[in-house]
């Protein structure tokens, strides 16, 4: 990835697009991997799904992270405070949530 961002910033204009999606689909590819390295691991400790989820937070949480995201699309995300409490995995729903806001944005 460092490679071909130093060969963006010294690329004639025609080839900047090219190099832009090779970046924006190793940038994918990493966060994939990342994701499923995580759900491995979840599910390898076995970990118990009684946890009480507070489904505002988690919410908050993932949009702050694609905040620029948002910004440079114009978007705006309205969340409502409510009380919302589940039963589950804090991990796997936080990884739902930011597969569920990514591929809106994309």
Do not use: W
């Not at 499923?36 to 009684?50: G, V």
């Not at 489904?55 to 995300?77: F, G, K, P």
């Not at 409510?82 to 809106?104: E, H």
Request: aromatic share 2%.
């Amino acid at each position: 990835k460092t490679e071909i961002q130093v060969a963006l910033n010294h690329s004639p204009v025609a080839d900047r697009t090219l190099l832009e999606r090779i970046i924006e689909r190793v940038n994918r590819a990493s966060h994939a991997v990342k994701q499923l390295t995580a759900l491995s691991r979840l599910e390898s400790t076995a970990q118990a799904f009684t946890q009480n989820v507070h489904l505002h937070d988690i919410v908050a949480q993932v949009l702050a992270s694609y905040r620029e995201q948002r910004l440079a699309r114009n978007l705006t995300v309205t969340v409502h405070d409510c009380p919302a409490v589940i039963q589950g995995n804090v991990d796997m729903i936080t990884i739902l949530l930011d597969n569920l806001i990514r591929n809106a944005l994309n």
